[in-house]
């Protein structure tokens, strides 16, 4: 069995087991993914999951290219709509799979920068560490990081200012230099 074809078959079980999802609706993800584009082995069937009916195809879809990293980068397009999903687990893992794209999702900072204003928290700050992984190809996220530094929920701020340093660090030293309100 080829390791392709092994990833699809543990994909279909992880549906069946973890998602609660019928065998014949994973059996069909499955062997779609088993088809993909052989440069791609995934890739392919993932982008049809995020916009699958089912809510757990969608997030198991995405974080499954999150586990991808940078080799799910034709996914950008299909993880970036992901952002806007009902699902707050299907956004909160689009915007962790486009940080663990990195550079190559710089496509996505406006909708990341969105993301940040999320009524679930866990989006606010997957969005918030994604921008700090694409680094300084999110450069116009900068604003959207200092509103965040400068609102009243903590672990943002936190986090906003440990992307902000991996974004830019001149921007990020200055801060650390204004004198404490």
């Known amino acids: 069995m080829s390791s392709r074809s092994k990833w699809a078959c543990g994909l ?8 609660g999802c019928g065998r014949r609706r994973a059996s069909t993800v ?26 757990d195809i969608r997030f198991y879809g995405v974080l499954t290219l999150a586990t991808m990293g940078p080799s799910a980068e034709p996914a ?35 909708a990341l920068s969105k993301a940040m204003k999320d009524r679930e928290e866990e989006v606010r700050l997957a969005a918030v560490d994604a ?10 996220a900068v604003t959207a990081l200092l509103r965040a530094i400068e609102g009243n929920d903590v672990e943002l701020r936190r986090r906003a200012t440990s992307s902000l340093r991996q974004i830019d660090p001149e921007t990020a030293k200055g801060l650390a230099m204004r004198p404490a309100s």
Request: charge should be negative; include cysteine; proline fraction near 14%.
């Open 12 to 19: 279909a079980v992880a549906l069946v087991l973890v998602a």
């Open 30 to 55: 499955a062997i779609d993914a088993d088809a993909a584009a052989p440069d791609h082995p995934s890739v392919e069937s993932l982008i049809k999951a995020c916009g699958d009916p089912d809510p």
């Open 76 to 110: 950008v397009p299909a993880l970036t709509k992901a952002l806007e999903d009902p699902s707050p687990n299907v956004r909160s893992s689009a915007a962790d799979a486009l940080g663990r794209i990195g550079p190559p999702a710089a496509a996505a900072v406006p």
């Open 131 to 140: 921008l700090g992984k694409i680094g300084p190809s999110a450069r116009e």
